[in-house]
């Protein structure tokens, strides 16, 4: 430990002066951009770091348990023996909207054991390193329906981080702190443990609803009048033993009442590009830009789909675009049987729906892969990121004055490595979890993330449409509420690559958001980053704009442009569609082999049409000739009135 005065290393490996004084933006030697990269640390003996002080001669201790890395082109310190307070974390990267991640260890030193103090990334730390607003001191300033928005998020967590014997972690409310609408955490608490927080619950067995309840009343004393009283009630049922999913029932109705009471406008756009290296466009998307025939359908207002075929030209192309028609019927198809509910219809229900609906398309898919013989890396298949903007009624008796439907919720699907971002002028947050090996591993409790992408593998997908029966498909859908105004971007990783979007998000936002120029520019603009930077593949992109506090300016018409709309095939790709040999033998596409340090190893199909040569709501009456007995069953669970 030693209380000198710190200094940041340049990253610039050939930089002749790297040290720079903390607080400089880029080096004074050759003005390469300095990182500064915060943790926040924890484990036994944390306290004998006070504010000033250097550990192992490459952290400084900038706040308490909050250490800045001064060396950051090394990598993180991994001991061969991890304790068994690391496993929560790993377990539950799929929830890292919300949870931290292990970065790595604290060096041995001569107070510090191996693997024992850990430094967590993904933390609720702004570019400074400070912590943001915990929910106790941001509840009285928030709206309605974002204390409700806020409790939501923490009971949707409850479960999980019980599973995992870490749920005192959703009790300690200074551990608690909030993003905007995002609910984070600083840490995780082992359930077994005393804690140490000053304000945490400690219970003697696992906690309970009741416990959570206890320290919802705390911020219940300072809610919205609109709210107050009935999250009281909810507090108190929770304390008498009500069901987990009666509370979660309540406490849904409750957001989306106060969802309907803002005037939610979204506004789409999209396209697709070959790029400059590549040959042949693999990618789909929905809506696109190039002529207004999207423009003129009910369900561009309210479906945004990214694809990126795999497979080569010949399969690919047909797997992204056959994904795209299918799953904009079969979303037609579910908003209309939701518009016929006259009770709100349950998130879990919707995402199990959803859930199904992906699944159909992975059959019908697989299914042309093994009508045409096609094995291993041949056969073709496709990535996933979809948003649907479901738009239901409330129940009569709770409908706004206007009767407006509580167009709020956002359900947000993924298979693959495309991905989804939410982005304000403030901050940007990646809602999705890539399908590769390197997410897999951390998963599965196997690695750490920062380790595992080391691994030649990394990147290669664990799972895409079309590749394998639906029953090993694992689609992840999630649930959002629009209660501010963002951009929710869609892309291909012809974009999100090199975390270009990471790197770019603040300087296309602010425009987006007041309407300085159409969504299409903002979209051309996307995908021209993405052709100067990265390159090396297609690129999809789908923009949402959402507002809630003002009107926007009307979208302009839909300009002319070298962009492929979903429409268009190759010849080959034609051939293959209509189960017709291709005249001339193409080799696979480079999508389906490494790319850019991102190796596909998984190789996903694309393929039957006929379900789209059927029109209207074909989508769930495939579904229903398929598996009727599922089908008819889901249906009398998910519509009991129909």
């Known amino acids: 430990m030693s209380d000198s005065k710190p200094q940041l290393c340049c990253p610039n490996p050939n930089c002749a002066a790297p040290l720079n004084a903390v607080g400089l933006e880029s080096c004074e030697s050759c003005q390469t951009p300095l990182i500064y990269r915060y943790f926040w640390a924890v484990g036994q003996g944390i306290e004998q770091f006070p504010v000033g002080s250097q550990v192992a001669g490459r952290y400084v201790v900038t706040a308490p348990q909050v250490w800045l890395e001064t060396q950051p082109s090394l990598p993180p310190e991994l001991p061969l023996d991890w304790s068994e307070a690391v496993l929560p974390y790993l377990h539950l990267y799929p929830n890292r909207l919300h949870v931290p991640e292990v970065y790595g260890f604290c060096p041995e030193t001569e107070s510090v054991q191996p693997g024992t103090l850990l430094l967590l990334e993904n933390v609720p730390l702004d570019g400074k390193g400070t912590l943001y607003t915990a929910i106790a001191h941001a509840w009285k300033d928030a709206t309605a329906v974002r204390q409700v928005y806020w409790l939501w998020q923490l009971l949707?967590?409850?479960?999980?981080?019980?599973?995992?014997?870490?749920?005192?972690?959703?009790?300690?409310?200074?551990?608690?702190?909030?993003?905007?609408?995002?609910?984070?955490?600083?840490?995780?608490?082992?359930?077994?443990?005393?804690?140490?927080?000053?304000?945490?619950?400690?219970?003697?067995?696992?906690?309970?609803?009741?416990?959570?309840?206890?320290?919802?009343?705390?911020?219940?004393?300072?809610?919205?009048?609109?709210?107050?009283?009935?999250?009281?009630?909810?507090?108190?049922?929770?304390?008498?033993?009500?069901?987990?999913?009666?509370?979660?029932?309540?406490?849904?109705?409750?957001?989306?009442?106060?969802?309907?009471?803002?005037?939610?406008?979204?506004?789409?756009?999209?396209?697709?590009?070959?790029?400059?290296?590549?040959?042949?466009?693999?990618?789909?998307?929905?809506?696109?830009?190039?002529?207004?025939?999207?423009?003129?359908?009910?369900?561009?207002?309210?479906?945004?789909?990214?694809?990126?075929?795999?497979?080569?030209?010949?399969?690919?192309?047909?797997?992204?675009?056959?994904?795209?028609?299918?799953?904009?019927?079969?979303?037609?198809?579910?908003?209309?049987?939701?518009?016929?509910?006259?009770?709100?219809?349950?998130?879990?229900?919707?995402?199990?729906?959803?859930?199904?609906?992906?699944?159909?398309?992975?059959?019908?898919?697989?299914?042309?892969?093994?009508?045409?013989?096609?094995?291993?890396?041949?056969?073709?298949?496709?990535?996933?990121?979809?948003?649907?903007?479901?738009?239901?009624?409330?129940?009569?008796?709770?409908?706004?004055?206007?009767?407006?439907?509580?167009?709020?919720?956002?359900?947000?699907?993924?298979?693959?490595?495309?991905?989804?971002?939410?982005?304000?002028?403030?901050?940007?947050?990646?809602?999705?979890?890539?399908?590769?090996?390197?997410?897999?591993?951390?998963?599965?409790?196997?690695?750490?993330?920062?380790?595992?992408?080391?691994?030649?593998?990394?990147?290669?997908?664990?799972?895409?449409?079309?590749?394998?029966?639906?029953?090993?498909?694992?689609?992840?859908?999630?649930?959002?509420?629009?209660?501010?105004?963002?951009?929710?971007?869609?892309?291909?990783?012809?974009?999100?690559?090199?975390?270009?979007?990471?790197?770019?998000?603040?300087?296309?936002?602010?425009?987006?958001?007041?309407?300085?120029?159409?969504?299409?520019?903002?979209?051309?603009?996307?995908?021209?980053?993405?052709?100067q930077k990265n390159g090396h593949d297609n690129t999809s992109v789908v923009i949402l704009r959402c507002n809630v506090s003002s009107a926007l300016p009307e979208p302009s018409l839909p300009s002319s442009g070298t962009s492929r709309t979903e429409s268009e095939w190759s010849p080959a790709s034609r051939a293959l569609l209509e189960d017709e040999p291709s005249a001339t033998s193409h080799p696979v596409s480079s999508n389906a082999a490494p790319s850019n340090g991102k190796r596909r190893s998984l190789v996903v199909s694309a393929g039957l049409i006929a379900l789209l040569l059927l029109g209207g709501g074909i989508g769930l009456a495939a579904w229903s000739q398929l598996n009727p007995t599922s089908f008819q069953q889901f249906r009398e669970r998910v519509f009991p009135q129909t």
């Open 156 to 531: 949707e967590l409850w479960t999980p981080l019980l599973e995992q014997g870490v749920a005192s972690s959703l009790l300690a409310a200074n551990n608690i702190r909030v993003e905007g609408w995002r609910v984070r955490l600083c840490q995780l608490f082992n359930d077994a443990d005393v804690l140490t927080a000053s304000d945490a619950t400690t219970p003697t067995t696992a906690p309970e609803l009741a416990d959570l309840a206890n320290r919802w009343l705390e911020w219940v004393a300072h809610t919205k009048p609109d709210v107050a009283e009935s999250l009281r009630a909810l507090c108190h049922q929770m304390r008498d033993g009500v069901a987990l999913s009666t509370i979660a029932t309540q406490l849904n109705q409750l957001l989306m009442m106060q969802a309907a009471q803002l005037p939610l406008r979204v506004q789409l756009a999209g396209a697709t590009d070959t790029g400059p290296q590549r040959s042949h466009n693999e990618d789909a998307c929905y809506p696109v830009t190039i002529t207004g025939r999207d423009r003129a359908e009910a369900l561009a207002l309210q479906l945004a789909i990214v694809c990126d075929g795999i497979g080569g030209h010949e399969g690919g192309e047909v797997a992204s675009q056959t994904a795209v028609r299918t799953l904009k019927l079969q979303a037609q198809a579910l908003l209309a049987e939701v518009a016929e509910q006259t009770e709100l219809v349950a998130p879990d229900l919707l995402i199990q729906q959803l859930e199904a609906s992906v699944r159909v398309v992975n059959n019908l898919i697989a299914s042309q892969n093994d009508t045409q013989g096609r094995a291993d890396r041949r056969r073709m298949g496709t990535t996933l990121v979809m948003a649907l903007h479901v738009a239901q009624r409330l129940p009569l008796e709770e409908q706004t004055t206007d009767g407006a439907d509580t167009g709020h919720e956002l359900y947000l699907v993924n298979v693959g490595d495309s991905r989804a971002y939410w982005m304000t002028p403030r901050y940007c947050h990646r809602l999705t979890v890539d399908d590769d090996v390197a997410a897999r591993e951390v998963r599965l409790g196997r690695s750490l993330y920062r380790e595992a992408l080391q691994r030649p593998d990394a990147g290669a997908l664990t799972q895409a449409i079309g590749t394998r029966d639906a029953e090993f498909l694992r689609p992840t859908v999630q649930r959002f509420i629009l209660e501010e105004d963002g951009v929710l971007l869609l892309c291909s990783d012809g974009l999100s690559d090199n975390e270009l979007v990471e790197q770019a998000w603040a300087e296309y936002t602010d425009a987006t958001l007041k309407g300085k120029y159409s969504l299409d520019s903002a979209v051309k603009n996307w995908i021209s980053l993405a052709n």
